[in-house]
């Protein structure tokens, strides 16, 4: 039996064992198991099932008669089906590797976003990737400009919750009302502000209010991912609770939880950008 086709069949994922036995039938065919054991040297308590194995894979065909006769797939059938499988793993493993790659690339970076326009595109192209949840904080001012890629994502089954100042005019959507609201918000801090959270996987965050000046940031990284999927959850549960509670939570800290916002708000004198 030739060694050097041996060698070739398992270089194409045959065992020792079928490569002898597809050898064997090739040679002779149809032919009984006790037939190949003996033409092809594979012992009689192997070759049944090494033959198994073989029309398992397609490699090889039974008859159903008494004895059982076996035949060998065509050499140029047997080498084209390797050939698809081959070429349908490079494919997938080009895409898989490739996305892999540049996942664990992002999820170690956190990119710097320069421009408001930039900034709301990043956003746009997140929430396209989005498949489970959006939380989303925003102004009415910039919510039409996310409204198409927010609406598409509910189209296609995404939750879409958002913590909003002002109407954002989204109907698709579960909305929070921040409080107190955006004209108070933007005096406090000196502008606008966008945070985004997809599937607490990635995030975009940044003031979008000073046109090419704006800055953000945009990543992957779990160590930004986390707190500001957390920042968001938190507004959440503040809206909750004033829906619930409003009457003893003012009556303790005042209309919107003012007196909180000044403990913790920003000192007198510094806000954001302007």
Do not use: C
Not at 228 to 252: K, N, P, S
Request: hydrophobic fraction near 45%; glycine fraction near 10%.
């Amino acid at each position: 039996m030739n060694p050097d086709l041996i060698r070739i069949l398992r270089r194409l994922d045959f065992t020792e064992y079928e490569a002898k036995v597809y050898l064997a039938l090739l040679e002779q065919a149809p032919v009984s198991g006790y037939a190949v054991a003996r033409q092809s040297g594979v012992p009689r308590s192997k070759v049944y099932g090494t033959l198994d194995g073989l029309i398992a894979r397609g490699a090889a065909l039974a008859s159903h008669g008494e004895p059982t006769l076996y035949a060998p797939l065509p050499p140029a059938e047997l080498l084209a089906g390797r050939r698809r499988e081959a070429e349908a793993a490079i494919r997938e493993a080009e895409q898989g590797l490739a996305d892999y790659a540049a996942s664990s690339a992002n999820r170690r970076v956190i990119w710097d976003i320069t421009g408001r326009d930039e900034i709301l595109m990043r956003v746009r192209e997140a929430i396209g990737r989005a498949e489970r949840r959006v939380l989303l904080q925003l102004w009415r001012e910039d919510a039409p400009l996310l409204r198409d890629a927010l609406a598409a994502a509910a189209g296609r089954g995404t939750e879409i919750i958002v913590v909003a100042y002002g109407d954002p005019d989204y109907p698709f959507a579960r909305v929070y009302p921040h409080e107190p609201g955006a004209d108070r918000i933007t005096e406090e801090y000196g502008g606008r502000w966008v945070i985004l959270s997809v599937d607490a996987a990635e995030i975009v965050a940044g003031i979008v209010s000073l046109g090419d000046e704006s800055r953000a940031a945009w990543s992957q990284h779990p160590g930004l991912v986390m707190p500001i999927t957390q920042q968001i959850a938190h507004d959440l549960y503040i809206a909750e609770l004033l829906q619930a509670h409003r009457e003893t939570l003012e009556a303790t800290f005042g209309p919107g939880l003012v007196r909180l916002r000044e403990r913790f708000g920003p000192p007198v004198g510094v806000g954001g950008p302007r």
